[in-house]
């Protein structure tokens, strides 16, 4: 931890050295999702991140990848669990979102949800939102399914 604090008996850091890490786990329940974001919105906000980003990026990103790992990645399955890491600092914020999924193709399955072809569907707009409201999204295996965000600072 003494990476991201300052120990007590050093000078207040100024903003531009504060960083925040935290790391939240919670059952595969949709009921979570609203406290976690608001969690990590709370610790964006403490670190000066743009309005706008504290109140529409991150929020409906995280809350995506949340979905999705819940839903989709652990299939509802109370027994399974969503694991959620998040650092910010003074230059970005990085979400990783870990299920214990199997994983997906994420270019395979990321579609346009305003071409003809997808526009009366209900489902798939998702990973479309995330990469719209993110600087990037990533996925990749780390003993299960992690999908990394990553939003620079405005």
């Keep these: 931890m003494s990476q991201f604090f300052p120990s007590s008996g050093d000078a207040a850091a100024p903003l531009g050295e504060l960083r925040i890490a935290l790391q939240v786990e919670i059952p595969s329940d949709v009921r979570y999702i609203e406290r976690v974001v608001e969690i990590v919105r709370s610790q964006c906000a403490a670190v000066l ?3 706008r980003h504290c109140a529409l990026n ?33 230059t970005q914020l990085v979400l990783e ?27 798939g707009r998702g990973l479309f939102l995330m990469q719209q409201l993110m600087d990037s999204v990533e996925r990749f295996d780390d003993h299960g399914n992690v999908v990394r965000l990553t939003l620079r600072r405005a």
């Design 49 to 51: 991140f743009a309005p």
């Design 58 to 90: 991150v929020p409906v990103a995280l809350s995506e990848a949340l979905s999705n790992a819940i839903l989709y990645g652990n299939g509802e399955n109370p027994e399974k669990f969503v694991r959620v890491r998040a650092q910010v600092d003074d």
């Design 97 to 123: 979102v870990a299920d214990e999924g199997g994983g997906f193709d994420i270019a395979q399955e990321t579609s346009d949800p305003t071409s003809l072809d997808n526009i009366e569907r209900e489902d």
